[in-house]
């Protein structure tokens, strides 16, 4: 596997976050007993990286984290890096600038694993487009490497809706700290023209995929707080893009039972991998138990108030909000809608319905929260 580019710039900055990484891989408790491969897939034009104020909130965090790891001891067992190509082959890490290529790595990576007591460890510096098309790649992985791997993603991106928490902190204790592997389920669509998608946090269509849209178009413009900034004026110009006709949606438990029945203006419905739910930006969408979120239509100005209420989740005890817990939603519109999948969107025309969204249970390894 090769890199992409010869000079890169920054590229102290880069050897320093890999090296810390890789001091605190060699001593990590994941998987005592078992040899263990990493890969560390960094995309270098990711806002982690290339936000001074974020860089150096990342920078400031490292030493800590190692130190951490440094109270462990080296693991008994070897551990390896990933046979790579580049300027951080030393460390076990390769760039990457979007997440097709972050796949390909992966996809690469997965190809070389073996079935006799190694454990696989990536770790995804990127955002949501990295992560997505990596865990998109261990998704259909052999059972063996999925039984023996998991995924740590660092919130390095703008949206960071994957991340597996909110601060690098909170993301690198999961291998630092005496840990437990989970299955985290996974979310597909899938439309009557063929066209599968799939996400590992929240699927939605609507409103807040219209924000995403908007973000990823204009967060080389705007690379700060561009969400932020969105979230406000999307119930500005919403309807004006994209008309919110009528929608036919029908919810389904696991035993394939009706729980939820509508056909009226929806303004989005949300559906998570579970409940306690974030947008990466920290928008609160599904802040309890409950993994679906239908927000009806409502006028200008309620509009506004609504979406102010989704950064806090306090929109679900108001009278357009309806939250339930579902394992499947069929939906038809009957008019142009916007879906996303953990931060990057698609475009779904009426003959693209009626869409079904399905919850699949235990598909992406990943670290438990430290215990």
Partial sequence: MGFIRNSVPNLERFKFFASSLKKIIERTPASPG????WLVIINREAGG??????????????????????????????????????????????????????GEITHEFIKEARENGVFYLIIVAGGDGASRDVLLEVNKAPDFFRNQSAILRLPMGTGNDGA????????????????????????????PEGRDFFA????????????THMTNKMKSLLPYDS??????????????????GYTVLDAYNEAGAAVYHTKEKILFAAMGAGGGRSYGSGVRILPDERN??????????RKIELKSLCKTGKHINEKEAVLFNACELRFF?????????????????????????????????VFSSPL
């Fill in 333 to 365: 519109c009957d008019n142009p809608v916007l879906a996303q999948m953990d931060g990057e969107t698609v475009l779904l025309r009426p003959s693209s319905s009626p869409a079904v969204i399905k919850l699949f249970p235990g598909r992406i390894p």
């Fill in 34 to 37: 078992w040899e263990l491969v």
């Fill in 292 to 301: 679906v979120c239908v927000l009806k239509q409502a006028p200008l100005l």
């Fill in 227 to 244: 969400y932020k900034l969105w979230v406000d004026m999307a119930a500005l110009f919403y309807d004006k893009i994209y008309k919110v």
């Fill in 164 to 191: 597996d928490g909110v601060s690098l902190t909170e993301s690198l204790l999961r291998i630092i700290k005496k840990t437990n592997l989970a299955f985290n389920p996974a979310l597909s669509l899938k439309t």
């Fill in 49 to 102: 990286f290339t936000i001074k104020k974020r860089w150096k909130s990342h920078e400031n965090q490292m030493p800590f984290l190692v130190k951490e790891a440094e109270k462990n001891p080296l693991r008994e067992k070897k551990t390896v890096p990933a046979q790579l190509n580049g300027p951080l082959a030393d460390y076990g890490a390769v760039f990457t600038e979007d997440g097709r290529r972050a």
């Fill in 200 to 211: 590992f946090n929240i699927l939605s269509f609507g409103l807040d995929a219209f924000v």
